[in-house]
C-alpha cells in the first residue's frame, strides 16, 4: 500500500498507510456544507476537527462565499465548539481584492455588488468600496450577499456596460443552507452577464487565484483539500496540483462521483470529516477493468456496474466503484449506470 497517493489526475481513489492528519501538515477545509450549514455544524465536525488540531494539523477555511468578512467567519466557528481566529479563514473575498489591487492605482474606488467581506478585502488592499456608479469607481466586484437585489444588479450592468474592469469572487450556481439549496453568486453574475454580454474575471475556487491567495496566507506545504464540491474544491485542487477529500455532507452524491471527469476526481472519499482521523484504503486495480476495495470487487458489464462482495463500510464499495467506472470512461468515453450497485450500498 501506498503511503499516500499523490498527483493530480486520478484513475482510482488513492490510499495511505497513515490517517491523512499526519500525512498533510495543513488541512484546507470548505465551508458550507462540510464544516456548517448555515448556523449549525455538520454532524461529526466538530469533534473530527478538535482531534485533528489535537495531532497537530494545522486547520485553515477556505470559502468561496464572500458575503462575511474572515472575523466572523472564525467567530461563527468558535461559536459552534470549532476554535478560529480571523487569519485561519481565507475567502474568495480576499482573493478578489488582490486581483482587483493589481488592476487599479491603491487608493480607488471599486463598485461593491455583495456584503460587508468584500468590502473589508477591498480596505485591506488599500481600496475604498462604493455602491454606486456616481461615486466614480474604476473597478466593480462582485461576490455573494443575501442582500443582493436588483438594484445593485443594475448598478453593477451600468458599470461593466461602461467598460470598467469586474471581477467576481466566485461563480458557484448554489449555495447550502440550514433549510436546503439556494441559488448561489453564479446566478447573480449570470444576471450581470446577460444584461452586458460581458464575462468576469473570476478569483474564486476553482481557479488559480484562490489557490495562491491561500497559499500564500497559510504557508503550507503539504495541503490536504476537503470539500464537498467537484466543480470548486476537487477541481481547484485538481489546478493547484494538491491531493483532495471529498466528503459527503453537501452537495455531492455517490452518483456523481462516479460520473466525474479527471479534474473532478478527489484523491479520497469519506462520509464526513471522520475521514481525516483514519487511514485511506487501498483500490486495487485487478486487471481486465475489475477493482478492489476492502471486501468489495466491482467491474463494468454492459454498461453498468456491477458490485459483489461486502463490508462494513460501504465507501469502500463506493471507492471499488469509482476505480470501475472511471477506468471505463477513460478508456471509452461512455459513463457506466452505477445506480443499481449504489443501491446495493445504501448510497
Not at 446566478?187 to 474564486?204: F, I, K, N, S
Not at 464526513?272 to 483514519?278: C, P
Request: with cysteine; proline share 7%.
Amino acid at each position: 500500500m501506498t503511503d499516500t497517493a499523490v498527483g493530480r489526475a486520478h484513475t482510482a481513489p488513492g490510499g495511505s498507510d497513515r490517517p491523512l492528519t499526519e500525512a498533510y501538515d495543513t488541512a484546507l477545509l470548505d465551508l458550507d456544507g462540510v464544516v456548517y450549514a448555515g448556523p449549525h455544524a455538520i454532524r461529526h465536525a466538530v469533534a473530527s476537527l478538535e482531534a485533528a488540531r489535537g495531532v497537530g494539523m494545522r486547520l485553515a477555511y477556505v470559502t468561496n462565499n464572500a458575503s462575511r468578512p474572515p472575523r466572523v467567519v472564525a467567530e461563527h466557528l468558535t461559536e459552534l465548539g470549532v476554535p478560529a481566529e480571523a487569519a485561519d479563514v481565507i475567502n474568495s473575498a480576499q482573493a478578489a481584492a488582490r486581483l482587483v489591487a493589481e488592476k487599479v492605482p491603491a487608493g480607488s474606488k471599486v463598485l461593491v455588488v455583495g456584503g460587508a467581506g468584500l468590502e473589508e478585502a477591498l480596505t485591506e488592499r488599500g481600496l475604498v468600496p462604493v455602491r454606486s456608479m456616481t461615486d466614480g469607481p474604476l473597478a466593480v466586484v462582485q461576490g455573494y450577499d443575501p442582500s443582493v437585489g436588483w438594484q445593485h444588479l443594475a448598478e453593477a450592468s451600468y458599470a461593466v456596460a461602461s467598460g470598467l474592469p469586474w471581477v467576481a469572487s466566485n461563480t458557484d450556481l448554489t449555495v447550502p443552507t440550514a433549510r436546503g439549496i439556494a441559488p448561489g453568486n453564479g446566478t447573480l453574475v449570470a444576471a450581470v452577464r446577460t444584461a452586458t454580454g460581458v464575462d468576469p474575471e473570476v478569483a474564486g475556487k476553482p481557479l488559480p487565484p484562490m489557490h495562491r491567495e491561500t497559499v500564500i496566507r497559510t504557508g503550507a506545504q503539504r495541503p490536504l483539500v476537503v470539500g464537498d464540491r467537484l466543480d470548486t474544491d476537487i477541481e481547484g485542487a485538481y489546478n493547484g496540483g494538491v491531493d483532495s477529500l471529498l466528503v459527503f455532507t453537501g452537495v455531492t452524491t455517490p452518483a456523481q462521483v462516479l460520473t466525474a471527469p479527471v479534474r473532478h476526481r478527489p484523491t479520497y472519499l469519506a462520509a464526513d470529516l471522520r475521514g481525516l482521523l483514519v487511514a485511506q484504503p487501498e483500490v486495487t486495480a485487478l486487471g481486465e477493468g475489475r477493482y478492489r476495495c476492502g471486501g468489495y470487487e466491482a467491474w463494468v458489464d454492459g454498461g453498468r456496474l456491477l458490485l459483489s462482495g461486502g463490508g462494513e463500510d460501504p465507501y469502500d464499495g463506493l471507492r471499488a466503484l469509482c476505480g470501475a467506472a472511471w477506468a471505463a470512461a477513460d478508456a471509452d468515453g461512455a459513463v457506466p449506470d452505477g445506480s443499481k450497485a449504489l443501491a446495493e450500498l445504501g448510497l
